[in-house]
């Protein structure tokens, strides 16, 4: 009786294994047959049912799998390559899509690794851009560098890798070596407002003016955003390059938009003074005086400007009691210069 008992419940298991199999089998062909009708949703359906009778088939898996790519749902679609990866494929295809998959959704450790297992793979793919970008969001600059350059050799016309590179060495300071890579990556990317716009801000870091103002210029002309920051930096490069009365009048225009703005306010008072407009400055620092009573330095500036007009006693006057309100003020006074932040 035991020997019988134990047949029948192997042969139970085994009936079971084997309708779950053929279960599987049914839903996969639905599957099949509804994508080749262009059915994403009910494809997918079928397949999750196929799944749910058979986990380890490789064919249902990767079918699944592509059809969740297909469907957008990406971190769905990333589980089930890894999934099919467990299950022992190495094939290009599929450290293909888990590079891609990973890359998009920000796992910079898996995109590397992906990536160096797609190239080890298949010595001919193009994974040099998705190392070096994936370096390059980690903060890794060296590195990012170092693949971005070879991405240039791989896919000469993306436009994506001088900026990076460009990036790179922007975020570290070094604006010389950046620029070629913002010029470059602007001629592949000609209609590019941002990337002007960047451009210009490039050679601000540098100092030089006149390239500063033909790239701001440019962006704006090509549609660039006119918001409060592009119109002030444009305010100053036009201010850099001498040209006071166009400078200024970006600047009225922010202050019309912003007018309690104290950096703003400061702005136009120093871009005044520098330029011997002192009455445009007296009153700039006056509205700051208006709105903070305490400003010691913007009281020390209507000193200095009075001076500058020729009233002595009286800016002097000013001066002193600045430097009352905030004994730090009397070095500039002994050294003839602007306070700090101004």
């Not at 000609?190 to 390239?211: S, V």
């Not at 490069?237 to 009365?245: G, V």
Request: aromatic share 10%; net charge neutral.
């Amino acid at each position: 009786m035991r020997h019988f008992i134990i047949a029948t419940i192997l042969l139970t298991a085994s009936a079971t294994v084997f309708g779950q199999s053929d279960s599987a089998a049914v839903y996969l062909k639905k599957a099949q047959d509804e994508k080749a009708k262009g059915r994403l949703m009910e494809s997918y359906k079928h397949l999750d049912k196929a799944y749910g009778y058979s986990k380890t088939d490789k064919q249902i898996v990767s079918m699944l799998a592509s059809t969740l790519v297909d469907l957008r749902r990406y971190p769905q679609a990333r589980e089930k390559f890894l999934e099919l990866e467990k299950l022992g494929d190495a094939s290009p295809e599929t450290y293909k899509q888990l590079m891609n998959l990973s890359f998009n959704l920000r796992q910079q450790d898996d995109a590397i690794k992906y990536a160096l297992l797609v190239k080890k793979t298949d010595p001919s793919a193009k994974t040099a851009y998705f190392i070096g970008k994936a370096h390059y969001d980690q903060e890794n600059y060296g590195e990012a560098i170092k693949f971005l350059n070879i991405a240039t050799q791989e896919d000469p016309q993306n436009g994506e890798v001088p900026y990076l590179l460009g990036r790179a060495y922007a975020d570290m300071q070094n604006y010389k070596q950046a620029i070629p890579f913002f010029e470059k990556a602007l001629a592949l990317q000609p209609e590019n407002t941002r990337l002007m716009y960047e451009t210009g801000l490039m050679y601000y870091a540098i100092y030089d003016h006149k390239n500063t103002l033909k790239y701001l210029l440019m962006a704006g002309e090509k549609g660039y955003k006119k918001d409060n920051e592009y119109l002030e930096n444009l305010a100053i490069a036009y201010l850099d390059n001498q040209d006071f009365e166009k400078g200024m009048e970006l600047l009225q225009e922010s202050l019309k938009r912003r007018p309690s703005d104290m950096n703003l306010l400061n702005m136009v008072a120093e871009a005044a003074y520098d330029a011997k407009k002192y009455d445009m400055a007296i009153d700039h620092w006056d509205r700051i005086l208006a709105l903070d009573k305490e400003n010691a330095s913007a009281l020390y500036m209507i000193g200095m400007s009075y001076q500058k007009k020729g009233d002595k006693a009286k800016g002097q006057a000013l001066c002193d009691k600045a430097i009352e309100m905030d004994p730090s003020l009397a070095k500039n006074k002994k050294e003839m210069k602007m306070p700090s932040g101004f």
